[in-house]
């Protein structure tokens, strides 16, 4: 068995038991597939285990950069009340129609808003309706924008409120001192915002599985 079937195993042994798909997720999947959407999507324990930050942050409000076809949209949302709100930010139109397609599928239309367009075009517009501080942030878009991304989250939250950056790794690149990608300096970029920011506390960690080596960071907000 080679390395990454390996990891594609463990991770199919870990979803059996702790994360199953439910008809839902199973139908993002394939629909998303069909639509000729990338296949770079969370996989479910990625997925559960944003779920269980949200459950355990008592998130009612959460903000989502990069939609997809809204397979990480459905296990954020699955964990806010009947009156919670997630407001998730997609360039594509065609993403964000599957998306909606899917998230209004699982009955969770009420719960969840997907908005399109750049999100640095969506996010000055958000900041202007002044909503209610987000108790969580994941961002999953563009890597050349992620320091961005992550100066925008924290205008829009509050102190305590959790922000998870996806995919920092990029596959061992982040510390090839060589690599000059943009998905690449901008990833490193956000990771020195975190580790510098005053109003920041934050790690990354590396992962394997499904969806080969990579890595998430995970930054709280102080005071």
Do not use: C
């Amino acid at each position: 068995m080679s390395e990454s079937q390996l990891w594609d195993a463990v991770d199919d042994y870990f979803t059996a038991r702790l994360a199953p798909d439910d008809e839902a997720l199973e139908a993002v999947v394939r629909d998303s597939e069909a639509a000729g959407l990338p296949q770079i999507a969370v996989t479910a324990p990625q997925g559960k285990f944003l779920q269980l930050l949200a459950q355990i942050q008592g998130a009612r409000t959460v903000l989502e950069i990069g939609t997809l076809g809204g397979y990480s949209t459905i296990w954020l949302a699955r964990a806010l009340p009947a009156d919670g709100r997630l407001i998730s930010l997609e360039y594509s139109a065609r993403n964000a129609e599957v998306a909606t397609r899917n998230i209004a599928r699982a009955g969770l239309d009420q719960v969840v808003e997907v908005r399109v367009g750049p999100a640095l075009e969506s996010l000055p517009r958000l900041a202007d309706e002044n909503p209610a501080p987000f108790d969580l942030v994941f961002i999953d878009a563009d890597k050349a924008n992620n320091p961005h991304y992550v100066e925008w989250a924290l205008r829009l939250t509050r102190a305590g409120s959790l922000i998870v950056v996806d995919n920092v790794v990029r596959g061992g690149r982040v510390a090839e001192a060589g690599d000059s990608s943009p998905d690449v300096v901008g990833t490193r970029a956000a990771i020195e915002l975190i580790g510098s920011h005053p109003r920041l506390s934050g790690t990354a960690l590396q992962t394997v599985g499904g969806k080969g080596y990579d890595g998430f960071a995970l930054a709280r907000v102080l005071a």
